[in-house]
C-alpha cells in the first residue's frame, strides 16, 4: 500500500534560517512525489514535484526538494525562511498508472518567527 | 490564471437532509476528483472521475454518496443524507493527466458542517 508519512507536526524555525520539511514514503512502484501548500482557510497550492531526472527539483517561492531513493524520502527545504512561509505544507505520493488516488501526508504547520 | 471554483463555501446542513457541493474544474482538464479534510486532519481521497464515470473510489465514498457531471463544466458531490461525521472541507481538484504535468489543480474548498 502507499503511504506518506510527515514525522513532524509542527516546525518552528526564525525567519532568514534555513528550513526543512520531512517527508517519507511508501510505494510499491516508483514515486511521484508533490508537495502543496495550504494558507489559512484556503485550498491546497501546488509547490513542486519529482517525477524523474535530477533528484533536486525547485519549485514556487524559493522552495526545493531532494529526491532520495534510498531513504525514501523527500524533504522540503529553502535557504532562508520568510514570515509568510508560515503555513500547513502537505507531502503527496502518486504512483505510475495510480493516476487517481494521490495519497497524502499528515501535513506540518511551519511557524517562521520574526 | 485558470482555476476550480467551488460553490458554496460553507453550507451549514442537519443530519440526514442531503447536500450537493459543486466545482467547476478547469476547463482543458480531464480528471476530476474530490477530496476531504477532516478539521485538522490530513487531505483524504473520495473519489475520481474520468470520461463521464467514476475510475476509483475510497472506502469513504460510500452508497451516500454521488458524483455527476451534468454538464460541460460542473461537477458535483452529492451526498444523500448527511452525517454527523460528514463535516469536513471537501476540496474538488483537477488535473489535465498524470504524470506529465501531474499536479492537481485544488479548489478552495466547501467547508460541510452537519448539524
Known amino acids: 500500500a502507499q503511504s506518506v508519512a510527515q514525522p513532524e507536526d509542527q516546525v518552528n524555525v526564525a525567519e532568514g534560517n534555513p528550513l526543512t520539511v520531512k517527508c517519507t514514503y511508501s510505494?510499491?512502484?516508483?514515486?511521484?512525489l508533490f508537495w502543496y501548500v495550504q494558507y489559512p482557510n484556503r485550498g491546497l497550492q501546488f509547490l513542486l514535484k519529482?517525477?524523474?531526472?535530477?533528484?533536486l527539483v525547485k519549485g514556487s517561492y524559493g522552495f526545493e526538494a531532494e529526491f532520495n531513493k534510498s531513504q525514501t524520502s523527500f524533504h522540503l527545504k529553502k535557504p532562508s525562511a520568510l514570515v509568510s512561509d508560515s503555513a500547513l505544507y502537505f507531502c503527496?505520493?502518486?504512483?505510475?498508472?495510480?493516476?487517481?488516488?494521490?495519497?497524502f501526508g499528515s501535513g506540518t504547520k511551519l511557524n517562521v518567527k520574526p | 490564471e485558470p482555476e476550480v471554483t467551488q460553490t458554496p463555501s460553507h453550507q451549514v446542513t442537519q443530519m440526514g437532509q442531503e447536500v450537493i457541493l459543486r466545482c467547476v474544474p478547469i476547463?482543458?482538464?480531464?480528471?476530476f476528483y474530490w477530496y476531504r479534510q477532516i478539521l485538522g486532519q490530513k487531505v483524504e481521497f473520495l473519489v475520481s472521475?474520468?470520461?463521464?464515470?467514476?475510475?476509483?473510489k475510497s472506502e469513504i465514498f460510500d452508497d451516500q454518496f454521488s458524483v455527476e457531471r451534468p454538464d460541460g463544466s460542473n461537477f458535483t458531490l452529492k451526498i444523500r443524507s448527511t452525517k454527523l461525521e460528514d463535516s469536513a472541507m471537501y476540496f474538488c481538484?483537477?488535473?489535465?493527466?498524470?504524470?506529465?504535468?501531474?499536479?492537481?489543480?485544488f479548489g478552495e474548498g466547501s467547508r460541510l458542517t452537519v448539524l
Open positions: 503527496a505520493v502518486i504512483t505510475y498508472g495510480g493516476f487517481n488516488k494521490f495519497y
Open positions: 476547463s482543458n482538464h480531464l480528471y
Open positions: 472521475f474520468y470520461n463521464n464515470e467514476i475510475s476509483e
Open positions: 481538484a483537477s488535473s489535465d493527466g498524470v504524470p506529465n504535468t501531474g499536479e492537481l489543480f
Open positions: 510505494v510499491s512502484g516508483n514515486p511521484y
Open positions: 519529482y517525477i524523474t531526472g535530477d533528484n
